[in-house]
């Protein structure tokens, strides 16, 4: 199985900004689809944004567009979420998740289900 360790959260004023990193062990990305989602307190996960290991293809929650940026390092089996201009409404806890296939596209990149594997969390908490 592969496993995902999710690192970066953290505490940060508005406005703020924060670097998520979601690493794959012993796996790097060929023909993969890494997503990242969000819980809030006493909310549903929700999709943040996707990438394709194969051409790069992106999407992102309208919440989050122009604000946030997904990235890879196929090679290195690692995902990123640059994070900037954040606001109080970003608070949650952020996981990771690698679907086994590039065949996600604006409709279903956000459903859970689609995942294949998902990482434990990590916090993300911005005050006002």
């Known amino acids: 199985d592969v496993q995902l360790q999710a690192s970066g959260g953290g505490s940060v004023e508005a406005g703020g900004s924060l670097r998520l990193s979601c690493a794959a062990s012993?796996?790097?990305?060929?023909?993969?689809?890494i997503g990242w989602f969000r819980q809030a307190p006493g909310k549903g996960r929700e999709g943040v944004s996707l990438?394709?290991?194969?051409?790069?293809?992106?999407f992102y929650a309208d919440s989050v567009k122009g604000r946030f940026t997904i990235s890879s390092d196929n090679a290195k089996g690692t995902a990123y979420l640059q994070m900037n201009s954040l606001k109080p409404e970003d608070t949650a806890v952020y996981y990771c998740?690698?679907?086994?296939?590039?065949?996600?596209?604006?409709?279903?990149?956000?459903?859970?289900?689609?995942?294949?594997?998902w990482g434990q969390g990590t916090q993300v908490t911005v005050s006002s």
């Open positions: 990438i394709s290991s194969t051409d790069g293809r992106t």
């Open positions: 012993e796996f790097t990305f060929d023909e993969d689809s």
């Open positions: 998740a690698l679907r086994l296939g590039s065949d996600l596209d604006g409709s279903n990149w956000f459903r859970l289900g689609v995942f294949d594997y």
